[in-house]
């Protein structure tokens, strides 16, 4: 049963922001519901981005091979309506958290909307790909299209083979690079916030039972403490130190204005 929004008291607020005051390093997981307050819509919700499509046919190589038409009509659409929204003071709370943490602070996201780097966030570990870029099916090459309107059926301008949206799809693997980094940082991190995300999909929600329990990196070290900001309870939530439930663009810019120095 989802927790009605605003579950968290401010001595929940208080407690994420003790523990942040305390951590020499910090990572971030976010999802879709961090870009919900943009007018981004999120995955699982009812007016969710799926609806209308078998997700299999939009993403998935397998439907591409079918109907790449229809699959980049879908991206095309999702490119024209990440154009339209704005970063929402979730996203700048966590640009602010980068600001203090330095190199020592992660910001790994599932999201493909780029409205972190919009925000200003410096380092994003996009594990999901992007909107912004397109990746050719002949020559592999990627390219940072920005939110350029594109065709509807796009070809490489260096081989003519035909363009995918860079975006991971189901039945595909993660970038490597990027993912061993975010592996990486989570393990070694101190607190781990996990904003907006139902934590179902695998392996990005690996990531928070891999902070918490970092048993396969080091067995002499607590595991990180967990923030959980979701506006409700999620397969996560029984691991979580702390859960704040409400909108994310109201929960961090709470917490940041609690940092000492603020
Ligand atoms: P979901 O749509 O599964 O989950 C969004 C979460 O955000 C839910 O738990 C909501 O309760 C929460 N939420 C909604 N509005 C919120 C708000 N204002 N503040 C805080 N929380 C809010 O999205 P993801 O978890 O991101 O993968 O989905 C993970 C992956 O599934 C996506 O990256 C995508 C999808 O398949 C790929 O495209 C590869």
Redesign the pocket.
Known sequence: M?LPTEAHSDADIRRAAELLARANSVAVLT????S??SGVP????SD?LWEGHR?EDV?SPMGFRRDPKLVWNFYNARRANVGKVRPNP?HHALVELEKRWGKRFTLIT???DGLHRTAGSQRVLEV?GSLYRTRCTGCAKIEDRGLEPLRELPHCPHCSAMLRPD????HETLPEDIWQEAVEEVADCDVLLV???????YP?AGLIPLAKHRSRWDDTRPGASVVE????R?DASDLVDVGLY????EILPKIVALLPGS
Not at 229 to 232: E, F, K, Q
């Open positions: 989802p999802g879709a519901g961090v919900a307050e999120t995955f699982r919700a969710g997700i993403a979730g599932q999201n493909v999901h975006i991971v799809w189901f904003v907006g995300t139902s934590a179902v999909v990005a900001i979701n506006l409700a999620t409400g909108k994310s663009g």
